[in-house]
């Protein structure tokens, strides 16, 4: 048990690591302009238009780092520093988002598999947290209960795994096309780059995160079934 909680203090700290650094890259990538001076909406639309998407709005959204393309009513997301800014931070998240976008045009297994998941994800992660902690309470009279509940947190986890390849492939079109487009030079290039990275970062952290808490909560159970047997 005490291997356990040591992973998730490990996997916590990881965790704050890179959500800073990410937040330290893109501040630093905020302030450098980009040579051919188009803004974050401008290159989203360029880029779909180019990719022969003309049924997806670029729209403006408040906070800090909420950029994110909706499937549902098909609109990239941008934050407003993002959408009107000019910057190789700009460029990288306004291409990526637009990444998305295109896999979804070209109906990417991934996104079609995570799309279609997101139902169940949403139900489990409405209610595991309840089911599990019950389930802990009750677990000396029945495991039923913290059987379900880990049910539920492995369909999370699986979400999270999910994500990986959808959120690598979406750079890795941004950064394909940002390069042959012209969109940046080459040492703007190797910086949007290194602002991806780190943002895919937070995804394989909170991945390992919930595989680690999913793994806390299988011992619980299994020391709790070779308890009842």
Request: proline share 2%.
């Amino acid at each position: 048990m005490g291997g356990s909680y040591l992973i998730l203090i490990l996997v916590m700290g990881a965790s704050f690591y890179v959500s800073w650094r990410l937040k330290r890259k893109f501040a630093e990538y905020s302030k450098v302009g980009l040579s051919n001076d188009l803004s974050g909406k401008e290159i989203a639309e360029k880029m779909l238009r180019e990719n022969g998407i003309y049924d997806v709005r670029v729209i403006s959204v408040e906070g800090q780092l909420t950029d994110h393309y909706n499937p549902q009513d098909k609109t990239v997301n941008l934050s407003d520093e993002v959408y009107h800014g000019r910057s190789v931070a700009a460029a990288a998240v306004a291409s990526h988002e637009c990444g998305h976008a295109v896999q979804h045009a070209t109906a990417y297994a991934a996104l079609q598999f995570r799309s279609a998941i997101v139902p169940f994800v949403s139900i489990a992660s409405n209610y595991m947290q309840w089911i599990i902690l019950g389930g802990i309470f009750l677990i000396n009279t029945t495991i039923v209960p913290l059987a379900i509940g880990v049910v539920l947190f492995g369909v999370t986890t699986l979400f999270s795994f999910i994500t990986l390849p959808v959120e690598f492939d979406a750079s890795r079109r941004a950064l394909a096309w940002i390069d042959s487009r012209g969109v940046v030079n080459e040492r703007e290039h190797a910086m949007a780059k290194d602002a991806l990275k780190w943002a895919a970062m937070t995804y394989v952290v909170a991945a390992i995160g919930s595989l680690a808490t999913l793994l806390y909560y299988v011992s619980i159970l299994m020391g709790a079934s070779r308890r009842s047997s």
